[in-house]
């Protein structure tokens, strides 16, 4: 995978972002920074649609012989990720529409939307060209 989230900094009260554990499938191999979504029971899996509600930022690389069946996401953070199409400062962001094409990227989720929830995970803290990177506060 590529184009993973970049940490800038961990906010909440103990500056670890505050972290939520979600369960994995213990061959699943993922890594650090990529967007994740809810699946059920409080499962995180890859993002794989625009309109699938964000677990959070994975907080570290999950090997898949690791064996390991829980991991944890970043909820409360500043990070730098990748517009698939223009941003403006302050504009609400959600994973992009075409996942498959633009994994880990990013959209600007329109002022007239209608998704509400975890599927609008942030907002962005700069303009961010299509193509380029910007920081996003994300709050989960």
């Known amino acids: 995978m590529a184009n993973e989230a970049t940490k800038v900094e ?10 939520r554990s979600f ?9 650090k920074g990529a967007l994740m979504q809810f699946a059920d ?7 794989a649609s625009a309109i699938t509600p964000i677990a959070g ?3 570290m690389e999950k090997s898949g012989t690791d064996y390991s069946t829980t991991l944890s996401v970043w909820t409360n953070s500043i990070v730098t990720m ?15 529409s075409d996942v498959s094409t633009y994994p880990n990227f990013i959209d600007p989720a329109a ?9 609008i995970f942030g907002y962005a803290l700069d303009d961010i060209g299509a193509n380029t990177s910007g920081e996003v506060r994300v709050l989960l």
Do not use: E, H, M
């Open 111 to 119: 002022s007239t939307s209608t998704a509400s929830g975890a599927i």
């Open 10 to 19: 961990l906010l909440g009260a103990n500056r670890d972002s505050d972290p």
């Open 23 to 31: 369960k994995v499938a213990s061959s699943a191999s993922i890594v």
């Open 82 to 96: 990748i517009a698939s199409q223009a941003i403006t400062a302050g504009q609400w962001v959600k994973a992009a």
């Open 57 to 59: 930022i994975l907080a």
């Open 41 to 47: 029971p409080r499962t995180a899996a890859l993002c």
